[in-house]
């Protein structure tokens, strides 16, 4: 179609390929709140319009990020989301151990094991915790919806429908589609 262009394969991009704004430059500044983010063993080939593949040095994205937090911690729009990202990152959660006390009035003085709970605890002691400890059960938000559930809706729908015709001018007989579809819609 347009024959004195050039197609130019993409390469692969990274994160680093989308400072252009400040919201496309937030992958690239998320990137470097992770740890091994300038550990190197993550770092991508990055292909230049020249088509020259090279890997941005861990200085050389160490620089980069750094320019970019500087810019995002001095900019009024970016202040406030900037520093609550790095707050976040340096956050550390200490694990503190339940009591003896506790532990006895969650589980017993008894220990009841089996392989199913043995299991259970290997896959997600906080999932054990909930489902052994404090007891709790799944629950819909709605409860269990039965058939007979079903079957409750259908009559109270029939109910309203037959006391709508009965109101009406009609008979369960000559009613037009167009009423029934009016009555059908409304809602006590």
Known sequence: MFPEKNVEEIGETTSADCIMTPKSSMAFFLEGLQDEAWSGENEKNCVRE???????????????????????????????????????????????????????????????????????FAACAYAHYLNYGLRLKGASAFGEFASVDMGNIYHDALEHFSRRVEKSEYTWFNIPEDAGDIYRGEHE
């Open 50 to 120: 020249d088509q020259t593949e090279e890997k941005l040095s861990k200085p050389a994205k160490k620089e980069v990020w750094n320019a970019l937090a500087k810019f995002y911690l001095s900019d009024e729009n970016w202040k406030e989301e900037a520093v609550r990202l790095l707050k976040a990152s340096y956050v550390v959660h200490s694990d503190e151990p339940i009591s003896h006390a506790v532990t006895q009035a969650l589980y017993g003085t008894v220990l009841e094991n089996s392989v199913t709970r043995l299991e259970h």
